[in-house]
């Protein structure tokens, strides 16, 4: 079993800053891509940014140059800077991983419970 917390969210002044994390855990052999996505009422589940293990990342138009995602293979972590934040990027925040678990044959694609980041005066 692999579990996936994450944790950071928070409600924040329109131009402020948020760093979310999310942490892996349970029998896993090796994780491949991580990321992040994101879900605002009423609409559907977005990506925001990914990062394969060998770090090229991905990000969706609306995060690049306002999100860096980063991770510490070591931690089994994944991180999401959020910087200049707009009320648009008021979601729920999902953490993703391709896992490989322990004594599995097969990648297996696991998701966190979410995180509410709210971005409001």
């Known amino acids: 079993q692999v579990q996936l917390v994450e944790s950071g969210g928070d409600l924040v002044q329109p131009g402020g800053s948020l760093r979310l994390s999310c942490a892996a855990s349970?029998?896993?052999?090796?994780?491949?891509?991580m990321g992040w996505y994101r879900q605002a009422p009423g609409k559907q589940r977005e990506l925001v940014a990914v990062?394969?293990?060998?770090?090229?990342?991905n990000y969706a138009d609306s995060a690049k140059g306002r999100f860096t995602i980063s991770r510490d293979n070591a931690k089994n972590t994944v991180y999401l800077q959020m910087n200049s934040l707009k009320p648009e990027d008021t979601a729920v925040y999902y953490c993703?991983?391709?896992?490989?678990?322990?004594?599995?044959?097969?990648?297996?694609?696991?998701w966190g419970q979410g995180t509410q980041v709210t971005v409001s005066s």
């Open positions: 990062m394969p293990r060998d770090g090229n990342t």
């Open positions: 349970g029998s896993i052999f090796r994780i491949y891509t």
């Open positions: 993703n991983a391709y896992v490989l678990p322990i004594g599995s044959i097969k990648v297996a694609n696991y």
